[in-house]
């Protein structure tokens, strides 16, 4: 496992520690967890969401309802909303113009060993 080093303010935004970010993303087969959107700019509040992109193992089997189950999960850990998609659903949405967007602006927080370079 490998958690980004995260500044004091961006810690207490997400209301998570980087052992129980790991332990979370370690349990549930992630290989990248990024964040995007408010939670990483001037315009964040106290009922702002926290929009997250995670990109799985590949030999992951994620269904439909575990992500929802992840979702559910990370609200509980963050005490808020939070927005959760898949970077294949992006990078394959036709939507090209959110797409860049939120491709361009993510900043990850966590990042498995095994995809790792070296």
Wanted: charged residues 25%; proline residues 5%.
């Amino acid at each position: 496992m490998h958690t980004i080093p995260f500044n004091p303010q961006l810690q207490e935004r997400l209301a998570l520690t980087p052992d129980k970010l790991s332990e979370f993303c370690q349990r549930r087969h992630i290989r990248e967890l990024a964040l995007f959107g408010s939670v990483l700019r001037d315009d964040f509040h106290a009922n702002s969401d926290i929009d997250m992109l995670v990109t799985f193992q590949p030999n992951a089997k994620v269904s439909l309802l575990d992500l929802v189950d992840m979702q559910y999960e990370l609200e509980d850990l963050c005490h808020r909303k939070v927005d959760l998609l898949t970077r294949k659903s992006v990078e394959t949405s036709p939507n090209w113009i959110r797409r860049q967007e939120i491709l361009n602006t993510a900043r990850v927080i966590y990042e498995s060993r095994s995809s790792l370079p070296g």
